[in-house]
């Protein structure tokens, strides 16, 4: 292969791995534009839409096919689950703690995380679980660049959910609420806006498209794993800084940056996959010493 | 007129039930005594559970210096476990060195190791810090997985046993009152920080930072002591974790270790040291008593720390009692 084989090459994956991170890393944008709280537990409902998503398919499958119908309708109950699911552990174990201490509000959203990565452990008896999508091997060659069709849905599928929560985030009334509610929750309530709505709306859109994005990965990659949501969860993390924490597009870029990052980094001398990780995390760490708002974000006064 | 509240001990409530010298010299004999010969009552199997026992006491002291004194989360605690279990490993293994001349190394690389992660990074927001510090841990463990000298995922194995003035720490009986003696220093620097100049500054730190920096506390300096602190205890515990195993792999090192040392500092009650012994001995001994839950232990764990956070934020031990 010559070296613009490998730059092509290198670029599709850093796109596909980039998409994950994006769809994982605006939950957490969104979450933390809202309440301010760094919600530990959203990796883990990437992992809990996974198997939701195989879970429907199951039961889909004989009436679908484990086509791209049957995956696709999966990935929608999905996300519709797993987004009530969001709201669910919003009320109960964030929304009481909101005025805690922020130590203790970071351990509570740690418990929910181990609670459910070791809910799934117990379920699943740490075994990797087959999603049980068939979606072919189609695709096109392009020279020697081979992008199949799978590749180019699920870039296709994340772009398109992307697009949908910028424009409802920037044209609807509730995304109005939503920007409002993150510049200062109390003016905003005192302007009329129900709070605890819009919080639970943004809980849900956040875990829907972690749901997704659990959803098309395992379909993609062919299994799921209870802690399959660790490392996406501090990956996707990571791209949420690179792109300024609290702002949309940031995530976005800050995804695909990740994405290419590392897939481009993983062919430097010395690097190699087997250091891909300390690679994506030395990015974070030099990030925040460095840059703490990432490309996109507004500087901010912590809380006091 | 304001009552203001007391300074929280770090004793918890004990410091008012053992009020007379007479009732707390009693207190330190029996647990002295029960201490000395707790290994033949309990058999040799519960000696090796209970030196595993004082060796999360040892690493929770630590971990909470960082997460109940100073207030903040480290998610990574497990790495400066590793950095003392592996420069014993390498260098007594690799270089010949002297178990004694390599644990003072071990302490020396986990401070450098505290501040070059801290130093950069004890000035972002607290959640930011969280995170970091559970990179850093991966960081860590994953560097000893690839790297020829830490022996990669098999990690390291035939660590020599210590000799200390002619004992040979070797026995499991010998190790249990090797860590009997570290668990009881552990006690007594976390008291006697908790009381000093350093300790109250934490305090301050931890109810309100921008108050204590403008009473002219240097918070980044205040925090990097206490990282450093829990880096030292940390370090100490992977040290003689080693010597006491005589192998050591990554996979003692990963963010499932930090989390369960965390487990302990809050589920005990962080803060306060008998709560954080109490933890210790709970994350240590439930997981004996559940054995027949398999898996579910750690579902069990986890919805316990999730309650306490919710209902019970200071901890199983109880709160010191009103006068």
């Not at chain 2, 990574?76 to 007594?92: L, S």
């Not at chain 2, 506390?217 to 925090?223: A, P």
């Amino acid at each position: 292969m010559s070296i613009f084989d490998i730059f092509t090459n290198q670029l599709l994956n850093g796109i596909v791995l980039g998409s994950f991170y994006a769809l994982v890393a605006l939950g957490y944008t969104m979450v933390f534009g809202v309440v301010k709280l760094l919600n530990f537990a959203h990796g883990e409902l990437y992992m809990v839409g996974g198997f939701a998503g195989f879970l429907v398919l199951s039961f889909l499958a004989p009436y679908l096919g484990p086509g791209w119908l049957g995956v696709a309708v999966s990935l929608v109950l999905a996300m519709i689950a797993v987004g009530f699911l969001g709201v669910v552990i919003e009320r109960v174990a964030y929304a009481p703690m909101l005025s805690a201490p922020r130590l203790s509000i970071l351990i509570t959203a740690l418990a929910v995380s181990l609670v459910l990565q070791n809910g799934m452990l117990t379920l699943t008896k740490g075994q990797y679980v087959p999603f049980g999508a068939a979606l072919g091997f189609g695709g096109v060659k392009l020279g020697n660049l081979f992008i199949s069709y799978n590749q180019m849905i699920l870039v296709g599928v994340a772009a398109a959910l992307m697009l949908a929560l910028e424009l409802f985030v920037s044209r609807t009334q509730y995304g109005r609420a939503m920007r409002a509610v993150s510049v200062d929750k109390d003016m905003a309530r005192l302007m009329g806006i129900n709070v605890n709505a819009v919080i639970a709306i943004t809980f849900f859109l956040g875990s829907a498209l972690a749901a997704a994005a659990g959803s098309m990965a395992g379909a993609y990659y062919g299994s799921l794993w209870y802690f399959m949501g660790f490392l996406i969860g501090l990956k996707a993390f990571t791209a949420a800084v690179i792109g300024g924490i609290g702002s949309i597009p940031g995530a976005m870029l800050g995804g695909l940056i990740l994405g290419l990052l590392e897939s481009f980094g993983t062919q430097l001398p010395g690097v190699g996959s087997e250091w891909k990780d300390v690679f994506s995390f030395s990015v974070l760490i030099l990030v925040l010493v460095f840059k703490p708002t990432g490309l996109l974000g507004k500087p901010e006064q912590e809380r006091m | 007129m304001a009552q203001f509240p007391e300074r929280p001990s770090a004793w918890g409530g004990l410091a008012t039930l053992l009020d007379t010298p007479q009732k707390r010299y009693a207190a330190i004999a029996v647990i002295l005594v029960a201490m000395a010969v707790a290994p033949y009552i309990f058999g040799s199997y519960g000696t090796v559970i209970l030196t595993n026992a004082l060796l999360y006491v040892l690493l929770a002291l630590g971990l909470n210096i960082v997460v109940g004194y100073a207030g903040l989360l480290d998610l990574g605690f497990a790495a400066f476990f590793a950095v003392g279990a592996y420069t014993v490993g390498i260098t007594t293994l690799h270089f010949g060195l002297n178990f004694w001349l390599a644990l003072p190394l071990a302490v020396l690389l986990a401070i450098v190791a505290g501040i070059v992660i801290g130093a950069p990074t004890l000035r972002l927001r607290s959640d930011y810090l969280a995170i970091v510090t559970l990179g850093f841990g991966e960081i860590v463990r994953i560097t000893a997985r690839n790297l020829r000298e830490t022996g990669g995922a098999s990690g390291l194995i035939g660590i020599d046993s210590p000799w200390l003035f002619g004992w040979h720490i070797r026995t499991p009986l010998d190790f249990y009152y090797v860590f009997c003696a570290l668990a009881i220093l552990g006690v007594i620097a976390s008291v006697r920080l908790a009381n000093s100049r350093l300790g109250r500054a934490w305090l301050y730190v931890r109810h309100d930072e921008d108050a204590a920096e403008a009473m002219g506390i240097n918070r980044v300096k205040v925090k990097l002591a206490a990282y450093v602190v829990g880096a030292i205890y940390g370090s100490i515990g992977g040290a003689f974790f080693a010597a006491n195993l005589g192998a050591i792999s990554p996979e003692s090192f990963s963010f499932r270790q930090s989390v369960l040392i965390l487990m302990a500092v809050i589920l005990g009650g962080m803060g306060k040291i008998p709560g954080v012994i109490l933890g210790a001995f709970i994350v240590i001994l439930a997981p004996e008593l559940l054995r027949d839950f398999g898996d579910l232990r750690l579902l069990i764990f986890a919805v316990g720390l999730l309650l306490i956070m919710l209902f019970r934020p200071s901890g199983i031990w109880p709160a010191r009692s009103k006068r």
